[in-house]
């Protein structure tokens, strides 16, 4: 099982150790393993045992307390305590707890426990799970024997894999959720930057703007704002202020008071043709005004030429 060699720690002296150094320097030793049924009366108090643990359970669900924190637990899951660490294990003394135990020590306890916790334990995926109940089948097939030193060191082996297929899962799915908040944290202020650029348009449409204007303003790029502003609405930032535009310039129309020359330098337009023009493509036809239409040449050969 391959560990990039990438992730590096300071020992004490100050040199570097990746973690195949840390954890390559001698297999766990196996103080006793097996399947057992847990006792309720032994289970449900505070206790502590010398080695570590690790259980894998078979049938039943139990709830780990330890260290002022608690983690629920099924059929398929894993749990691990390090050495004397208070704790108690909380169960339906009606309903049967099966588990297979391996308790262990290992000289690379404390900074393995530096990654591997039950909470990301219980956060591992189905099919990672599922992996592991296969290794511990294989597992609570061996025998552990005191004439057989080849057969020792395989159990001894089975268990520092299981034990490395942990740290695997736990670093790759804290990886996963770092990268995940990252992205999060990214949509998160495109999300921001879009709706402060809709709300400067809505307050400036009528202005003569320029995208470096609105950048400016943002204190962004003129590139990133046009880029997040197009992606996050499907639709560009100046089409958004040109719609802005024709929408106002359509109630001022309506409202009589002011000539299309009028609405057309109103919404920041100095060219009333362009203007005209714009605003037959958005809605299609002319604008039209009701003031002084005989006043009005683009109201006149609206009337004159209808579309």
């Known amino acids: 099982m391959a560990i990039s060699p990438g992730y590096m720690n300071k020992n004490r002296s100050g040199s570097s150790l990746t973690l195949e150094q840390k954890f390559a320097r001698e297999l766990p030793v196996i103080d006793s393993m097996g399947q057992l049924i847990f006792d309720p009366v032994f289970a449900q108090r505070n206790h502590t045992t010398p080695c570590c643990e690790m259980f894998h359970i078979i049938k039943g669900r139990v ?81 552990l024997s005191d004439d057989d030193d080849v057969h020792r ?71 990133y704002l046009s880029h997040v502003f197009s992606k996050e609405s499907d639709f560009s930032l100046f089409a ?12 001022l129309l309506a409202q009589g008071a002011l000539n299309v020359a009028e609405v057309a330098d109103a919404m920041g337009y100095n060219n009333s043709n362009y203007f005209a023009k714009i605003f037959r493509q958005h809605f299609g036809h002319a604008p039209i005004s009701t003031v002084n239409t005989a006043l009005d040449p683009f109201a006149r050969r609206a009337k004159e030429y209808p579309k």
């Not at 169960?91 to 588990?99: A, G, H, I, Q, R």
């Not at 908040?181 to 921001?192: E, V, Y």
């Not at 958004?240 to 929408?247: S, V």
């Open 240 to 251: 958004y202020l040109t719609a802005l535009r024709m929408r106002r310039a359509k109630e």
């Open 63 to 143: 709830r780990l307390i330890m260290g002022g924190g608690r983690v629920e637990a099924v059929a398929g899951d894993t749990l691990m305590i390090p050495a004397e660490r208070l704790h108690r294990d909380e169960f339906d003394p009606d309903k049967s707890l099966e588990v297979f135990m391996v308790f262990f020590s290992w000289s690379a306890e404390r900074d393995y426990f530096s990654y591997v916790n039950n909470a990301r334990l219980q956060r591992l995926p189905p099919a990672v799970k599922l992996e592991a109940g296969r290794m511990f089948n294989h597992l609570r097939m061996d025998r």
């Open 153 to 223: 060191l395989l159990v001894r082996s089975r268990v520092l894999t299981l034990l490395l297929f942990f740290l695997q899962g736990c670093i790759r799915g804290r990886h996963d959720r770092v990268r995940h908040q990252r992205q999060l944290s990214g949509l998160q202020r495109r999300q921001t930057l879009m709706l402060r650029a809709r709300a400067y348009l809505e307050a400036h449409f009528n202005e003569p703007l320029t995208l470096n204007d609105i950048a400016r303003v943002l204190k962004v790029s003129p590139f």
